[in-house]
């Protein structure tokens, strides 16, 4: 894997509290496991989250995979963290452990 995906990820993660891997856009998912992503934190009020298209670049696909050591998407990071993909994020928002995490980045 090259280092510049790495890198680009990295930064990413590390330069903004929640940024979401998913299939499309924050306004037009293309898959429904990005769309519930989406929904949720839309759900928790938190309107400032990086959303990065994985399409705009091949490389981001076995990046994020070799990045976070996770086969799927859509990724959830929170203050720099892996969180998980979507049924994660739903377990997490259904137990109220996603809000309490998210607690000062919504509104």
Partial sequence: MTTDIQQRIHEQVTSNPVVLYIKGSAKFPQCGYSANVVRILN???????????????PAYVPGLVEYANWPTLPQCYINGEF?????????????????????????
């Fill in 43 to 57: 759900l928790l009020g938190v309107k400032d989250f990086l959303a990065v298209n994985v399409f705009d670049d």
């Fill in 83 to 107: 969180i998980g993909g979507s049924d994660i994020l739903t377990e997490m928002y259904q137990s109220g452990e996603l809000q309490q995490l998210l607690s000062g980045h919504a509104g």
